[in-house]
């Protein structure tokens, strides 16, 4: 039981430091557009790994991540991508009460995952149109840039169709400084 205890906590730790590495290597100027809130199409449907948690994020997150890498790259050709989080009922519950679905892309070829993972499963996220916004800083201080998306999302005469997304580009990996952590902020939006 030790053994296995330590060999779980070797391979996180490498996938902690792949994505460390992967961060850091990645050209994230293609994302400097969504500075200024943007609509756009993506795919319909979306293949994604996915973890469902709840429970505050600044509790749940690492936990959920960690089981989400574990699995991932167990995966046969799978690439990394930025990871991602949808909330189910944020911001209208207590943060305890949120629920976080955590994911990453999963290629097409990926149509069984090699290990069952009490909690991890294969699913599809829709999207069509969406709005976002590139959120520097901080998560904690999202609140201005949300209601910008917001004020941008009602002037362009569309609606919210979806829940809350985030996609990290930068974040906890990159070290303690909060101010360099990079989230795209998504909504899936339909005309009113």
């Known amino acids: ?21 992967w961060a850091h290597t990645q050209d994230i100027s293609q994302y400097e557009k969504l500075k200024d809130p943007q609509i756009r199409k993506m795919p319909d449907k979306v293949k994604m790994l996915v973890v469902e948690k709840k429970g505050d994020p600044n509790v749940v997150a690492g936990m959920a991540f960690s089981t989400l890498f574990s699995t991932f790259f167990e995966q046969p050709g799978v690439k990394m991508a930025p990871p991602r989080a949808r909330w189910l009922n944020a911001p209208a519950d207590p943060r305890n009460e949120w629920m976080g679905l955590y994911a990453l892309p999963l290629p097409e070829s990926v149509e069984t995952l090699r290990s069952q993972v009490e909690g991890v499963k294969i699913d599809y996220w829709d999207y069509g149109e969406v709005a976002e916004i590139l959120h520097i800083g901080a998560y904690s201080e999202e609140t201005p840039t949300i209601e910008k998306l917001f004020a941008f999302i009602a002037e362009q005469g569309y609606e919210i169709a979806g829940p809350h997304e985030e996609e990290y580009l930068r974040g906890p990996e990159s070290g303690t400084d909060t101010s360099k952590y990079m989230t795209i902020i998504r909504y899936q939006v339909r005309k009113r």
């Not at 296995?4 to 792949?18: E, P, R």
């Open 1 to 21: 039981m030790q053994k296995a205890t330590k060999l779980s906590h070797v391979f996180i730790l490498i996938v902690f430091v792949a994505c460390l590495v």
